[in-house]
């Protein structure tokens, strides 16, 4: 569970890493550029009819929307965190634990919800070719992440 913490946080880290680094600019990158490229590349590693594509597309990009909302409203608030400590004050650790477990939660049920809706839009072989695409992409964008970034932390062997 542990080392599940740290690969969805650093995941979600170089993810946001990369997007700007993809729109070269600091500060709020072009989302719906990047949903739209994520978007064009699974469907060119997926074969979906035009019907499949038309009942999906709107389903990935709500998926999307929502997924961005949640980084959004939790990096804000860990932002915040950050600044009141820098500030001096008394950071709530109770609270900074339960919002992030709170956002793995939230993050797995809006998952949840976006499989039971594509599982009744693809078949199952399709779908899963669907979600290999997605990781396919992630791990793209990883790979071009800037070259000066600074290694993860090691993982226990536990």
């Known amino acids: 569970m542990r080392n599940f913490k740290y690969i ?3 995941a979600l880290l170089l993810l946001s890493l990369a997007i700007e680094a993809e729109t070269g600019q600091r500060g ?3 989302v719906k550029e990047m949903h739209e490229r994520k978007w064009q590349f699974m469907m060119k590693e997926v074969e979906l009819s035009p019907a499949e594509i038309n009942e999906v ?3 990935f990009l709500n998926y999307e929307k929502a997924i961005w909302e949640l980084h959004e409203k939790d990096r804000e608030f860990f932002r915040l965190s950050r600044e009141r400590k820098q500030g001096g004050a008394e950071i709530n650790y109770s609270e900074l634990n339960d919002k992030a477990v709170n956002s793995e ?3 797995a049920q809006l ?3 976006y499989h039971l809706k594509l599982r009744k839009l693809l078949k199952p072989e399709t779908l899963f070719n669907y ?3 997605e990781r396919k992409f992630k ?3 990883l790979q ?3 070259k000066n970034m600074p290694p993860p932390p090691p993982e226990d062997d536990k």
């Open 131 to 133: 979600y290999q695409a």
């Open 111 to 113: 998952l949840k919800n």
């Open 8 to 10: 969805l946080l650093s």
């Open 139 to 141: 791990r793209k964008l």
């Open 105 to 107: 939660i939230s993050h």
């Open 28 to 30: 709020r990158p072009n």
């Open 57 to 59: 597309k709107p389903v």
């Open 144 to 146: 071009n992440m800037p």
